[in-house]
């Protein structure tokens, strides 16, 4: 599968912003898929994920503010963002596992990821 991540943008402290991945190939609903980020000089965190059932899981620093959805005829995965803080900023992965099932979290679980998109909030 080949994951396109779009989206991303340059927005003030408080403002909403919707990242969407998009998705080639067939049986986009037997994945998993998840949002990480990664901030210069920081390494790559999770952010949320959505699984192949629907259940979704977040990261403490964003649950509350950030949304996962999937829309499996578009073959989509999205990431509503609201309250946007400074530190938030940080480019934007998707990713994406087949039948994913456990350590969600972990980025090494993940076998394809798309190119990045960038968020960048300013104060």
């Known amino acids: 599968v080949q994951l396109q991540a779009s989206g991303g943008g340059l927005v003030q402290a408080g403002d909403s912003l919707r990242l969407s991945c998009a998705a080639s190939?067939?049986?986009?609903?037997?994945?998993?898929m998840g949002w990480f980020r990664q901030a210069p000089g920081k390494e790559r965190e999770f952010v949320a994920t959505?699984?192949?059932?629907?259940?979704?899981y977040y990261a403490d620093s964003v649950k509350g503010r950030f949304t996962i959805s999937r829309d499996n005829v578009k073959n989509t995965v999205y990431l509503q963002m609201y309250g946007l803080k400074p530190e938030d900023t940080a480019v934007y992965y998707c990713a994406a596992e087949w039948y994913l099932s456990g350590g969600v979290s972990s980025a090494t679980r993940y076998t394809y990821w798309g190119q990045g998109t960038q968020v960048t909030v300013s104060s």
């Open positions: 190939g067939r049986s986009f609903s037997s994945y998993s």
């Open positions: 959505i699984s192949w059932g629907g259940g979704t």
